[in-house]
C-alpha cells in the first residue's frame, strides 16, 4: 500500500511558478513509476509528466515540456513538480499517483487526493 498527499497547488498569474510536492508513505514507493496528471474544470483527466523508480528517466505530456520539470528525492519519499511560465490553460486539479512506468491514468495503482491549481491573468 502506498499514500500519496499532495501539497502546493494556489493562485498563480500567467508567466508564473509553483512547485507541487507529492508525498509518499509506504514502503513499496521507491520501486514505482511516480506520475502527475491533471484535470482540467470539465475535461477529462491528462497526463503531465512521470517519473521512473531511479529518478533518471522522465517524460512529459507535450503541453508542458519544456516548462515542467519532475523530479524525485528518493531519501524523503517526494516527487516535485516544478511549473514555470504557467498559462491560463494549466489551471487544473494536480494528482500524483504511483505505478508502473507509463503515461495512461488505468496504469498507475496508488493515487492521491489532488491540488489545486489556479493560473490568473
Known amino acids: 500500500q502506498v499514500d500519496l498527499v499532495e501539497s502546493g497547488g494556489g493562485v498563480v498569474q500567467a508567466g508564473g511558478s509553483l512547485r507541487l510536492s507529492c508525498v509518499a508513505s509506504?514502503?513499496?514507493?521507491?520501486?514505482?513509476?511516480v506520475a502527475w496528471f491533471r484535470q482540467p474544470p470539465g475535461k477529462e483527466r491528462e497526463f503531465v509528466a512521470v517519473?521512473?523508480?531511479?529518478?533518471?528517466?522522465?517524460l512529459y505530456g507535450d503541453s508542458v515540456k519544456g516548462r515542467f520539470t519532475i523530479s524525485r528525492d528518493k531519501r524523503e519519499k517526494t516527487v516535485y513538480l516544478q511549473m514555470n511560465s504557467l498559462k491560463l490553460d494549466d489551471t487544473a486539479v494536480y494528482f500524483c499517483a504511483a505505478g508502473r512506468w507509463g503515461i495512461e491514468s488505468h496504469e498507475f495503482e496508488f493515487w492521491g487526493q489532488g491540488t489545486q491549481v489556479t493560473v490568473s491573468s
Open positions: 509506504g514502503a513499496m514507493f521507491s520501486a514505482y513509476a
Open positions: 517519473v521512473d523508480w531511479t529518478g533518471d528517466t522522465t
